[in-house]
Each structure stands twice: as structure tokens, then as C-alpha cells.
């Protein structure tokens, strides 16, 4: 991990709420709950807290982007 990665996973939250994934990245509420539901290797990683709390690492879910990026 260089210095530039360090400092922006000092600044930024390490877990994300439904709401925070929207405003960051875009995915709606209801793309999400899609994509948390598919039973494939697009399923879209997250954490559930106390049965009820859908969590998303950050770090996860960038890796999760970056694997499944679309190259022409």
C-alpha cells in the first residue's frame, strides 16, 4: 500500500451504510438490495449487523469494482 492509498483510507469511512454507497457510488437502495440478492459472482459484497444493519467495506466494494470492470 503506498502513501496516497494510506491517506485516502485515513479520510474516508472504512464501512459504508445503504445510504452512504448511493451518495458515493451511486447504486440506489433498490440496486443494491439486486444486487445483495443475486446468486452469482456479481453479488455485490456486504456485512449484516444484528440480523437487521447492511454494512458495505469500502474496501470491498472497490476491489468488487475493479473485478468486475467491463475492458474493450
Same mark, same amino acid.
Given at each position: 500500500m503506498n502513501l496516497e492509498e494510506v491517506g485516502y %483510507?485515513?479520510?474516508t469511512k472504512r464501512w459504508l451504510s445503504p *445510504? *452512504? %454507497?448511493? *451518495?458515493?457510488?451511486?447504486f440506489s437502495k433498490s440496486t443494491q438490495s439486486k444486487m445483495r440478492m443475486q446468486s452469482s459472482n456479481s453479488t455485490i459484497p456486504f456485512s449484516?449487523? &444484528?440480523?437487521?444493519?447492511?454494512r458495505y467495506s469500502r474496501a470491498s466494494i472497490d476491489k468488487w469494482l475493479e473485478e468486475h470492470q467491463?475492458? &474493450?
Open positions: %483510507l485515513k479520510s *445510504d *452512504d %454507497l448511493a *451518495d458515493e457510488y451511486g449484516k449487523v &444484528g440480523g437487521k444493519y447492511i467491463v475492458r &474493450g
